[in-house]
């Protein structure tokens, strides 16, 4: 796993620091991210994602489709049929087009729980995984697994975007 490699998991163990990422906010600016994916707390299914695709805007805290302490939502700037050179069409739910979409992979990099070999997501203390239990992982945890995420998805489903400068601007604000 990444973790391993860039270091992240000996900083987190070896060197006792703790610094997981508890109190930092990571905004992701890219196609979306699959919210309900085991990695940041979600069911990890389909009917899951399936049911969360459907909607213009995030479901609610309780509705049980996402981990509200890891995702603090977003903005979808772009809409399913933009292709960057259409009308975008905006809306209030940020998730990917496809499960394993190139935000939910960079959103999992940065900051996933992880998920566990029997496709659980990863609760347990990050200090004290090993390298042979990392590897052991379905999907190991970001570098910063307790860190919080915000999707703002400038991507349609396939295409281009030009909406890169507006997500600038509402991240800053």
């Not at 994916?37 to 299914?45: C, E, I, R, S």
């Not at 992979?105 to 090993?130: E, F, I, S």
């Amino acid at each position: 796993g990444s973790v391993v490699d860039t270091g992240a998991a000996e900083n987190w163990a070896r060197q006792n620091t703790g610094y997981t990422g508890k109190g930092i906010k990571i905004a992701v600016i890219d196609s979306g991210i699959d919210y309900t994916h085991a990695d940041f707390g979600g069911p990890g299914t389909k009917e899951a994602f399936d049911e969360a695709t459907k909607l213009t805007n995030m479901p609610e805290a309780s509705s049980g489709l996402y981990d509200p302490a890891k995702f603090l939502g977003g903005y979808d700037l772009a809409g399913d049929d933009y292709n960057g050179l259409n009308t975008a069409v905006p809306d209030n739910n940020p998730i990917d087009c496809i499960s394993g979409g190139h935000g939910t992979h960079v959103a999992g990099t940065a900051a996933g729980y992880g998920v566990t070999a029997n496709g659980t997501t990863y609760r347990g203390d990050y200090k004290n995984l090993t390298e042979e239990q990392l590897k052991g992982m379905s999907i190991g945890p970001g570098t910063a697994p307790d860190a919080q995420i915000l999707a703002i998805r400038v991507f349609g489903c396939y295409g281009n975007s030009s909406v890169v400068m507006k997500a600038l601007d509402t991240v800053m604000d």
